[in-house]
């Protein structure tokens, strides 16, 4: 089946380490997303691309780091920078036309402890 | 500020019928998005509307776009306790940006 998984589900780090959450799509998909959700904030975006080996920051991107070597994968890095990076992070993919519906993963709850 | 704007909480009793409201500032977006999140879960999308029409109806949802005043609005007729989640609206901006409200947290009483 087609579709967009993320993994973990649920991350526990300790504070100044860095953590690498996966995001993979077996979806054709060009465009990729990694938006950060907390209470009553919404979805705030951090990183997305639009093609292999280019991205761009998003609203909130100081503190992560992504990459995408390849169209099916677009990790996302939480550094010991991120200040407040306790949250729920969802990653989504998209094809480049213009209607376009987004597809999301089920999420993954970082705890930093 | 935020681009997209939504009020946070809307509660409605099963039967009757709900209306999250939405704004946005980017005149130039083409189409316009409703997600729904169910708890501990990704998005997934509702329904969309296209920047030319006012109005599209897709069974107990009905979507308004008032274009001048850049206000969305989603109706759920005969809302159900299964209706029960977060709305989201969301538009493309430029550059592929797909940009989201705040979110709208519906609560249906029985």
């Known amino acids: 089946d087609g579709g967009i998984t993320q993994s973990p589900k649920y991350l526990f780090r300790k504070e100044g380490q860095n953590v690498t959450l996966s995001c993979e799509q077996n979806?054709?998909?060009?465009?990729m997303y990694w938006y950060r959700q907390d209470p009553g904030q919404g979805l705030r975006l951090i990183y997305y691309?639009?093609?292999?080996?280019?991205?761009q920051k998003g609203d909130i991107a100081e503190g992560y780091s992504v990459s995408r070597e390849k169209k099916e994968s677009f990790p996302l890095t939480v550094t010991s920078a991120q200040k407040n990076p306790t949250a729920f992070y969802l990653c989504a993919s998209s094809k480049q036309t213009e209607n376009t519906e987004a597809f999301f993963g089920q999420g993954t709850r970082l705890t930093v402890v | 500020g935020e681009d997209v704007e939504q009020s946070l909480f809307l509660s409605v009793r099963e039967g009757d019928s709900s209306v999250i409201n939405c704004t946005y500032t980017d005149s130039s977006s083409t189409y316009l998005y409703w997600y729904k999140q169910e708890p501990g879960a990704g998005l997934q999308l509702l329904t969309y509307?296209?920047?030319?029409?006012d109005m599209k109806q897709d069974q107990r949802l009905t979507v308004l776009l008032n274009k001048k005043d850049k206000h969305l609005s989603l109706r759920i007729a005969d809302t159900q306790t299964g209706d029960s989640a977060i709305y989201f609206c969301a538009e493309i901006t430029s550059g592929s940006r797909l940009t989201f409200g705040e979110g709208t947290q519906l609560t249906v009483n029985p």
């Open positions: 509307i296209f920047s030319n029409m």
């Open positions: 691309s639009q093609i292999v080996n280019d991205f």
């Open positions: 979806l054709n998909h060009d465009a």
